[in-house]
């Protein structure tokens, strides 16, 4: 056991203990999938454990990832291991035991962007209005199946609800649709596993014999029926293995239930092992993140500590307005990388992700390149949308809506009348789209009609004879071609431009499939399908990003903006202890991402809702620690919000107060001097172009001078930073 040689003493004391029940507190950066990593690979390489035998659960891809690459480092036959998400987990027994539950084995598994399709033409069809009844409806759904309620179930538990019987009927059609289709949806996936386990013995019997050693790994974000889930595989040998830090218990609002790490200690007699030393931050930061959770109260008492120096001060600054919050962030992001940063080294975490649009007009304006995390994921944009519900129907004949997606895409003249006629004649006369197309000519349609369909139903049926034989990039390069799907985007626009890119980029995700995995239609559909945000993370650029959709990473040097009193925490949660707490976690995650600086800003205004408001700093700077240095907002911020608003002065006693450096705005100047740059002087930008100077301010040692460019218009811009030359 060599490999243990590398953990600290208590890592390899958790390690050792392989018999019975054992709950690991990991504290944030603190080598946990180091420790599971190990630890399996303790139990089959000097255990004389099968591979076979043992299960890893994540909640990311990434991360499974991850420590199927670390294991294959040391145990040879590590592709026997079942490491997993719970979502993928039971994705693979349901396609071996669907038939169990009515469904066959290629059913398909509905996205996010599929489920609320699917709503919205419930509600459509019910003649409802409005998308609050959609939204409504899809969170209740979600919430149902979060805690395994049926409809009826739901409307009982739930009866005190506006509108409570419209949501439960729309949640019905919701699953007749999934079910006619021959479709779950991610929900489903935990919950139809849970139904099978609980339904036919004989199948859990195999797997709870199957799995003696089983890994969950972020045991605080799972809801009621992954832990209903994980008692039930470890049932026969209740050798199971849980990590998880309550303290980074993030995702109430989705159903994780992070009281299982107790109940898990009390079901199953679980022996508590605590990780306290964190590798990843600088005594400083974690001085700042210790200070602020221990005003919780719902938590298992630790501190996090390293030996890492206790490296920069946390800088709070407070800015007068958001774009002097977004000039901030950029001028240090600026003044860094020019110190030997590189952009990746930064992410600029926020509560909501509504704060991000300055923050990406700051950095083009100053050309630094960016990405905001947690925005439309690749596989969600149209046209690759579109390919994949090609895919999906020669997957699964009975997808209905894969079919009313392309059925006139590209456009083949089919109007909504002709698809309106065709799926009323399929369900009086109980069949599938699919077998109505491949023979239209059958149907009791008009000749234009069947005219129109015809061609589609030709190519559906060609397409499904080459899909048995052709492989997954070669049948997807097929219907490309056949389905003319390029010439959609021919007309030569920026626009059609990175659709037909995106369209490369998606055949070349199908092409490395088929050469690293060699998988079939199926799997691929299904690792698509259950892709995660954290799988994509890669490039040399500023992350921008919500704090959810961060957690798991680390940066060298973190920016917390927003931190006022209503954004964060949010306002909804002043209130009631337990969302306070949950968005004190937030903060919690948000501080322990960063390695080496952290930077927390907030300001004294805001637009927010269609008005400029004052705003008041985050109780969070307070907790955080008030041995800080006490800075206040300097004088000429004062002056600049005093001046727009008379009240300020009022304002600023409550708000004044700031934990932590209150550190300057200042600006590493390039080679660039306010005498080069004169009105009239004609400038060329990186990004903008040619344009010409309107207008020069001196501010204190700044200057900022006002650019109209020929393609954008009018821009302020600091000489500081801007990437401009003179022509």
Request: include cysteine.
């Given at each position: 056991m060599p490999f243990l040689d590398g953990l600290n003493s208590e890592q390899k004391a958790a390690a050792l203990d392989t018999e019975g029940a054992v709950l690991v507190t990991a504290g944030a950066g603190s080598g946990k999938t180091r420790l599971l990593t190990y630890r399996i690979a303790h139990i089959i390489e000097d255990l004389g454990v099968r591979p076979y035998n043992v299960l890893a659960i994540t909640f990311t891809n990434k991360a499974a990832e991850e420590m199927r690459n670390r294991l294959q480092v040391i145990v040879a036959e590590s592709a026997d291991i079942w490491i997993s998400t719970f979502h993928s987990m039971c994705a693979k027994i349901l396609r071996r035991f669907a038939d169990r539950l009515g469904y066959t084995s290629n059913f398909t598994i509905y996205a996010t962007d599929e489920s609320e399709r699917a709503v919205k033409q419930i509600v459509k069809d019910m003649n409802l209005e409005g998308d609050n009844v959609v939204k409504t409806a899809l969170h209740a759904i979600s919430e149902a199946k979060n805690l395994g309620l049926t409809p009826d179930q739901y409307e009982e538990e739930f009866s005190y609800l506006p509108d409570i019987k419209t949501i439960v009927h729309i949640f019905e059609a919701y699953e007749s649709k999934l079910k006619a289709n021959n479709a779950m949806d991610f929900d489903d996936l935990l919950l139809k596993t849970h139904e099978l386990f609980s339904q036919h013995i004989d199948v859990?019997?195999?797997?709870?014999?199957?799995?003696?050693?089983?890994?969950?790994?972020?045991?605080?974000?799972?809801?009621?029926?992954?832990?209903?889930?994980?008692?039930?595989?470890?049932?026969?040998?209740?050798?199971?293995?849980?990590?998880?830090?309550?303290?980074?218990?993030?995702?109430?609002?989705?159903?994780?239930?992070?009281?299982?790490?107790?109940?898990?200690?009390?079901?199953?007699?679980?022996?508590?092992?605590?990780?306290?030393?964190?590798?990843?931050?600088?005594?400083?930061?974690?001085?700042?993140?210790?200070?602020?959770?221990?005003?919780?109260?719902?938590?298992?008492?630790?501190?996090?500590?390293?030996?890492?120096?206790?490296?920069?001060?946390?800088?709070?600054?407070?800015?007068?307005?958001?774009?002097?919050?977004?000039?901030?962030?950029?001028?240090?992001?600026?003044?860094?990388?020019?110190?030997?940063?590189?952009?990746?080294?930064?992410?600029?975490?926020?509560r909501v992700n509504a704060l991000t649009r300055l923050l990406e007009q700051r950095f083009m304006q100053y050309n630094l390149p960016y990405k905001v995390y947690g925005g439309f994921k690749f596989f969600e944009r149209k046209e690759v949308k579109d390919i994949l519900a090609y895919l999906r129907i020669l997957a699964n004949p009975f997808d209905d809506d894969a079919i009313l997606r392309v059925i006139n895409f590209p456009k083949r003249g089919i109007g909504d009348g002709t698809i309106k006629q065709l799926v009323d004649i399929c369900a009086f006369e109980g069949i599938k789209l699919f077998d109505a197309l491949t023979h239209v000519e059958n149907l009791a349609l008009s000749s234009l009609a069947i005219k129109k369909l015809k061609p589609f139903g030709e190519l559906l049926c060609e397409l499904s004879v080459s899909a048995k034989?052709?492989?997954?990039?070669?049948?997807?390069?097929?219907?490309?071609?056949?389905?003319?799907?390029?010439?959609?985007?021919?007309?030569?626009?920026?626009?059609?431009?990175?659709?037909?890119?995106?369209?490369?980029?998606?055949?070349?995700?199908?092409?490395?499939?088929?050469?690293?995995?060699?998988?079939?239609?199926?799997?691929?559909?299904?690792?698509?399908?259950?892709?995660?945000?954290?799988?994509?993370?890669?490039?040399?650029?500023?992350?921008?990003?919500?704090?959810?959709?961060?957690?798991?990473?680390?940066?060298?040097?973190?920016?917390?903006?927003?931190?006022?009193?209503?954004?964060?925490?949010?306002?909804?949660?002043?209130?009631?202890?337990?969302?306070?707490?949950?968005?004190?976690?937030?903060?919690?995650?948000?501080?322990?991402?960063?390695?080496?600086?952290?930077?927390?800003?907030?300001?004294?205004?805001?637009?927010?809702?269609?008005?400029?408001?004052?705003?008041?700093?985050?109780?969070?700077?307070?907790?955080?620690?008030?041995?800080?240095?006490?800075?206040?907002?300097?004088?000429?911020?004062?002056?600049?919000?005093?001046?727009?608003?008379?009240?300020?002065?009022?304002?600023?006693?409550?708000?004044?107060?700031?934990?932590?450096?209150?550190?300057?705005?200042?600006?590493?100047?390039?080679?660039?001097?306010?005498?080069?740059?004169?009105?009239?002087?004609?400038?060329?930008?990186?990004?903008?172009?040619?344009?010409?100077?309107?207008?020069?301010?001196?501010?204190?040692?700044?200057?900022?001078?006002?650019?109209?460019?020929?393609?954008?218009?009018?821009?302020?811009?600091?000489?500081?930073?801007a990437p401009i030359t003179k022509l």
């Open positions: 859990l019997d195999y797997y709870r014999s199957k799995f003696m050693y089983i890994h969950v790994d972020e045991f605080q974000d799972t809801n009621a029926i992954q832990y209903g889930l994980v008692r039930m595989l470890a049932s026969k040998y209740g050798n199971i293995f849980a990590v998880g830090d309550e303290d980074q218990s993030i995702y109430g609002w989705r159903g994780a239930d992070v009281t299982n790490m107790q109940s898990f200690i009390e079901d199953f007699g679980a022996k508590i092992y605590k990780l306290e030393q964190n590798y990843r931050s600088t005594k400083n930061i974690l001085t700042a993140a210790n200070n602020l959770i221990k005003n919780n109260v719902s938590r298992i008492d630790k501190k996090l500590w390293s030996d890492l120096g206790d490296g920069e001060q946390i800088s709070c600054y407070r800015a007068s307005t958001e774009a002097e919050e977004a000039d901030f962030v950029v001028n240090t992001i600026n003044k860094l990388l020019r110190e030997g940063y590189r952009p990746h080294d930064f992410a600029v975490l926020m034989m052709l492989t997954v990039a070669e049948l997807t390069e097929k219907i490309i071609k056949d389905a003319k799907i390029r010439e959609v985007y021919a007309e030569d626009t920026e626009e059609n431009t990175a659709r037909k890119l995106n369209i490369d980029d998606f055949l070349s995700s199908v092409h490395e499939f088929v050469n690293n995995r060699g998988g079939t239609l199926d799997e691929f559909l299904e690792e698509v399908t259950l892709y995660t945000e954290g799988d994509d993370a890669k490039g040399d650029c500023v992350f921008l990003s919500t704090v959810h959709s961060a957690k798991g990473m680390e940066f060298r040097n973190v920016f917390i903006i927003g931190v006022e009193e209503g954004l964060f925490p949010l306002g909804r949660a002043s209130d009631e202890q337990s969302e306070l707490e949950e968005e004190r976690r937030l903060m919690y995650v948000a501080i322990t991402r960063a390695k080496e600086r952290l930077y927390i800003t907030h300001c004294a205004s805001r637009f927010m809702y269609g008005d400029r408001k004052m705003c008041r700093q985050s109780r969070f700077f307070g907790e955080i620690d008030e041995r800080f240095v006490v800075g206040y907002a300097s004088k000429a911020v004062q002056d600049r919000v005093r001046a727009n608003y008379p009240d300020y002065a009022s304002v600023q006693k409550s708000s004044d107060r700031i934990s932590g450096v209150a550190t300057q705005n200042v600006a590493v100047r390039q080679n660039n001097t306010i005498n080069d740059y004169t009105v009239g002087t004609r400038v060329l930008h990186k990004k903008f172009g040619e344009g010409t100077i309107e207008g020069v301010t001196n501010v204190g040692a700044n200057s900022y001078v006002v650019i109209n460019f020929q393609k954008v218009g009018k821009i302020t811009l600091s000489l500081a930073f």
